[in-house]
């Protein structure tokens, strides 16, 4: 039972360039979340999707675009990173039917923008 | 606007001895859970504990559990016995709920367990 798995692990970019972080979910979760962690500041939320088709904003989304593929994935794009953007990110998925259910987060990916 | 915070940057204790981590969150909800989640060095997020607003029991698992005060708005978490693997970076979250389950987060308490 892989949970949330996330790729790449590892990434380091140069100033300008994009990238795609890839989330899958295999617990036939309805919600998808993407997080970031910054020393010093927790983890913050970029964007959610609450069903397949859906994304919302959260508290930090500036610079960042999603997409929910499927239930099962939620991407997370920077177009053209910037060094602020330098920060581990996490997805989480949870199962919402109204109350609450345990969200599982996958291994989160250290990248570093350069 | 719902807010966590937890005031401990760091926090040291000798194995075997009990530490208490401390967590206040402002909300306006009446219904609501709150969580304490582990992080060890692996970076791997670890569910600890958590507690739903409408139960006045505290939780507890094992040798974690909390100390909820609903009108102080008040989540500490106690960790008896302490052991090696409890050093970790620990936060306190919380969700209202509902449609989906978006967690706040506080900024954490980096927790040394000192042989």
């Known amino acids: 039972n892989a949970g949330v798995t996330q790729t790449p692990k590892f990434q380091v970019l140069k100033t300008g360039q994009s990238m795609t972080l890839q989330c899958a979910q295999d617990?036939?979760?309805?919600?998808m979340y993407w997080y970031r962690q910054d020393p010093g500041m927790g983890l913050r939320l970029i964007y959610y999707s609450a069903s397949e088709g859906t994304t919302d904003k959260g508290e930090v989304p500036n610079g960042y675009n999603v997409s929910r593929l499927n239930k099962r994935e939620f991407s997370l794009r920077l177009e053209s990173a910037a060094p602020s953007q330098t920060s581990v990110y996490f997805c989480?998925?949870?199962?919402?039917?109204?109350?609450?259910?345990?969200?599982?987060f996958g291994q989160g990916t250290r990248l570093t923008v350069v | 606007a719902q807010t966590v915070t937890q005031s401990q940057p760091e926090m040291s204790v000798q194995e075997a001895e009990t530490v208490t981590l401390s967590c206040t969150y402002d909300?306006?909800?009446?219904?609501?859970?709150l969580f304490w989640y582990k992080q060890p060095p692996s970076r791997q997020m670890i569910l600890v504990i958590r507690?739903?607003?409408?139960?006045?029991q505290n939780a507890t698992e094992n040798r974690f559990s909390v100390n909820f005060q609903k009108a102080a708005k008040s989540f500490s978490l106690k960790i008896s016995d302490s052991q090696l693997g409890d050093t970790a970076m620990y936060f306190c979250a919380f969700t209202a709920g509902g449609a989906t389950n978006k967690l706040i987060f506080g900024t954490g308490t980096l927790l040394a367990v000192q042989p």
């Open positions: 909300t306006s909800e009446s219904n609501y859970y």
């Open positions: 989480a998925s949870s199962e919402d039917t109204g109350r609450y259910t345990e969200a599982f």
């Open positions: 507690q739903e607003a409408y139960k006045q």
């Open positions: 617990m036939n979760h309805n919600s």
